[in-house]
């Protein structure tokens, strides 16, 4: 067998929540694609044809693509064409962007390369760190500068805009931006995603595009901190902010997005601080980041004042994850709520009721006073308040009618045409 054929077609380096959905779709529609992860248990799971997280549609794609050998999930990196790197970039405890998983990725993968691939970074990154990525394999592989420079070995950037719940699709159709270090990079990098990727594909260079990730979610957070901040503003006044939403949307050019208990997620609630933490000051982004921040506390204050005359409170908690009919809890506001509540009751019972999460997340396993199941009660009017944090479909079960004198916070507007 040549080293050509022994070569991975592309080597997708990071299984989680964009890694293996990008690996399962390149398999649909391509020969030879590999997964790689660190995660011992992970490689296994995925391995068996079986998906680590909850996604619509992967789970039964994955098991065709591994039953066919279209994928391999292989116990270490291995020599490829292409490569799609989609791991971490969390924040640390100071917001600013730990880069470490990233720059951990390119030393091992170093010595792979021969000098004619596509390097190809999806995780979210500060603008310029797809020129630093190249800047350290000069470093690590200074005689690669020769194809690097005769554009043989590309390097580029290529963020996920997708969904969660509907990062199949999404990957699918969706328009994508594709920032090269060169031009030359840009365009190699396009014919790889025009293989899966019926939406436009736009080029351009690597900072624009890293920049254009950054940007599209600090839009959305800032707009979520509109809402949220109207949200606050309507209970002090006493309107029903789902009213006021619905009413001022009718004006054409007003879309008042749907406030919650926070935003959460690992785009969203971590990407615009890539911009705070950047050369230069974004006060509108970074007000705008503190006040979702601060709105699980505030949820919180609304739940302690429905109970305040309780001597020990029973309080049902609907939804663990940080959006509706998804599994992740990553910086979810919803569990903020929960760990608050625990820790400002100690002689409460709060029932976290998630049907999609799989396990108590880590950060309520040493609160006393913390129920978590995915079993719905059969019975709500046994709680004294109920607080809805997230607005999964299995919720929308609930006959509100046999609610009785439960109090209700409801921050996902889930019952509110139901009520009235």
């Not at 039964?60 to 291995?78: H, M, S, W």
């Not at 064409?81 to 990233?102: C, G, H, M, R």
Request: charged letters at 25%; a negative charge.
């Amino acid at each position: 067998m040549t080293e050509q054929r022994k070569r991975a077609n592309v080597c997708v380096i990071g299984l989680g929540y964009i890694g293996l959905p990008t690996a399962v779709v390149l398999a649909d529609n391509l020969d030879a694609v590999a997964g790689f992860d660190i995660d011992e248990e992970r490689r296994r799971i995925v391995r068996e044809g079986a998906s680590p997280f909850v996604e619509d549609g992967l789970g039964e794609l994955l098991e065709e693509a591994v039953t066919a050998g279209k994928l391999r999930i292989p116990d270490q990196l291995v020599p490829a064409e292409q490569y799609v790197i989609a791991v971490p970039t969390p924040i640390l405890e100071n917001k600013t962007p730990d880069l470490s998983f990233l720059f951990s990725v390119i030393e091992e993968l170093a010595p792979f390369l021969r000098g004619d691939e596509l390097v190809i970074i999806e995780s979210t990154c500060p603008p310029g760190t797809t020129e630093q990525v190249q800047a350290r394999l000069l470093d690590l592989r200074p005689d690669l500068v020769k194809a690097i420079e005769a554009e043989a070995l590309g390097i580029a950037y290529c963020p996920e805009r997708v969904l969660p719940g509907n990062v199949i699709r999404e990957l699918r159709e969706n328009d994508r931006i594709i920032g090269g270090v060169t031009s030359c990079s840009a365009e190699r990098a396009k014919q790889l995603y025009s293989s899966f990727c019926e939406g436009r594909l736009w080029t351009t260079d690597s900072r624009t595009a890293e920049m254009s990730k950054l940007a599209e979610n600090a839009y959305r957070d800032v707009n979520i901190a509109f809402a949220n901040q109207l949200d606050l503003l309507c209970t002090e006044y006493g309107v029903d902010v789902w009213e006021l939403r619905d009413l001022a949307n009718r004006h054409p050019r007003v879309n008042i997005l749907e406030p919650g208990p926070g935003v959460g997620g690992h785009c969203i609630a971590v990407d615009p601080w890539f911009l705070v933490n950047g050369l230069g000051e974004a006060p509108l982004i970074e007000t705008a980041r503190q006040l979702n921040d601060a709105k699980p506390a505030a949820v919180t204050d609304q739940v302690l004042e429905a109970v305040k005359s309780d001597e020990h409170p029973n309080i049902l908690s609907l939804g663990l994850s940080f959006k509706e009919n998804v599994d992740d809890v990553r910086q979810s506001p919803a569990v903020e709520v929960v760990k608050r509540l625990s820790a400002s009751l100690p002689d409460a019972m709060v029932t976290a009721v998630d049907p999609v999460v799989s396990r108590c997340p880590t950060e309520l396993l040493d609160s006393p006073n913390v129920r978590f199941t995915r079993e719905l009660p059969q019975k709500v009017d046994e709680f004294d308040a109920v607080v809805v944090l997230v607005g999964h479909r299995d919720f929308k079960k609930f006959d509100v009618a046999e609610f009785g004198s439960v109090r209700v916070i409801d921050t996902r507007g889930l019952f509110r045409e139901r009520q009235e």
